[in-house]
């Protein structure tokens, strides 16, 4: 190898690493995003308060620390690639979008309403999957969109668990009621 081919080779793994970081910006505006839709349900408790007192399917609590472990796995790809890991960023990066997907999944119906199809879908770059473990690349100064993981790492709001609701009590007259109309029905 000479040095125009070791030359040409690390520019085009320092292409693949900015689009790796590109993509990787992406999804943490994503996931910002998505964060701040299950936030602003939290406040409209009343819209969806009964469904998950019932216990009704894809109704539960809104959990906004749900996003945290991709932000995480986003922020060390991010930074893996940018200490010109480029093997290592790329496998963080397919973690990160697992993890993203599971988030998602777990979302609550009343929260998964708001999102759009390009929030939610996290399709990684075509030449991710075909980096090596071993790959390098150059290093390069950090993006100041990578902050965005910190942020969504910051916010760690949960509610409380809520109560069940009450069971109807049958009052006296109820019951009379009811025999009365299997009498009749006999």
């Known amino acids: 190898m000479g040095n125009s081919h070791v ?11 900015d689009s790796l970081l590109a993509h990787i ?3 943490l505006a994503a996931l910002e995003r998505a964060q701040s839709k299950e936030r602003q349900a939290m406040t409209k408790e009343r819209e969806w308060f009964k469904g998950v007192a019932k216990g009704a399917e894809g109704y539960h609590l809104p959990d906004l620390t749900r996003w945290h472990e991709s932000a995480e796995l986003y922020k060390q790809a991010g930074n893996a690639l940018c200490n010109g890991q480029l093997g290592r960023g790329a496998d963080l990066l397919r973690q990160a979008e697992a993890a993203e997907q599971a988030a998602f999944e777990s979302v609550p119906v009343f929260v998964q309403n708001t999102f759009s199809e390009q929030e939610a879908a996290s399709a990684s770059p ?3 999957r075909f980096i090596d473990d071993e790959a390098s690349c150059t290093g390069c100064s950090r993006p100041a969109d990578l902050k965005v993981a910190d942020r969504i790492l910051a916010v760690s709001d949960k509610m409380d668990a809520s109560p069940p609701l009450p069971k109807r009590k049958l ?3 109820d019951e009379e009621l009811a025999e009365e109309e299997t ?3 006999e």
Do not use: T
Not at 7 to 17: E, H, M, V
């Open 126 to 128: 075509e030449q991710a």
């Open 171 to 173: 009052r006296w007259f």
């Open 183 to 185: 009498d009749d029905d």
């Open 25 to 27: 910006c992406e999804r």
């Open 7 to 17: 030359g040409s080779s690390l520019n085009s793994s320092a292409g693949q690493r």
